[in-house]
Structure formats: structure tokens, C-alpha cells
């Protein structure tokens, strides 16, 4: 197993320093060029639906992040009935 602490396994062991577990795949962070790609759109306009408070995410620095269960929750919310569908 390896370690990005540069610790060798045996010594991490024995400090009780575990390798980080990844996060849930839903609360993983994407960057909004991440997101735009999920979307497939422009990355301009993942930052417009960001200030206009369609799409939630969190400022860290200077760069968002969103939650992939916040694109998800984006997507259910513009889903449209079609008109063909009755």
C-alpha cells in the first residue's frame, strides 16, 4: 500500500496513519470545468447558473466547487413533461 506522506507503509502502520478513504461518489467535488463537461456545456455557463442561484456550490480560494448530487439535484429540477408523453 502506498502512501502520498512519502511515510514508508510499515512506519504509517505502526502511527496509526491510515490512507485516506475516497469520498462518496455523490459528495465528491467537481470543478465547474468538471461540471460543464458533465453537463456538456460551456463552462461559462455553469459560473451563470452559479450566480443566478440555479446551480449550488461553495467558494474555496478563489475557484467553486460543486457536489455531483448538486448537479444531480439541478438536473431532476429541469426536468420537463413532454407534450407527446400523453
Do not use: C
Request: hydrophobic letters at 40%; proline letters at 7%.
Amino acid at each position: 500500500m502506498k502512501f502520498s506522506s512519502g511515510i514508508h507503509p510499515v512506519w504509517a502502520e505502526l502511527a496509526g496513519i491510515r490512507p485516506a478513504e475516497p469520498a462518496p461518489k455523490e459528495h465528491q467535488l467537481l470543478t465547474p470545468q468538471e461540471a460543464a463537461a458533465l453537463l456538456r456545456v460551456n463552462y461559462r455557463t455553469v459560473l451563470d447558473l452559479i450566480s443566478m442561484g440555479e446551480l449550488r456550490a461553495s467558494r474555496i480560494g478563489r475557484i467553486f466547487r460543486i457536489k455531483r448530487s448538486e448537479i444531480s439535484r439541478y438536473l431532476k429540477s429541469t426536468e420537463v413533461e413532454s407534450p407527446w408523453a400523453r
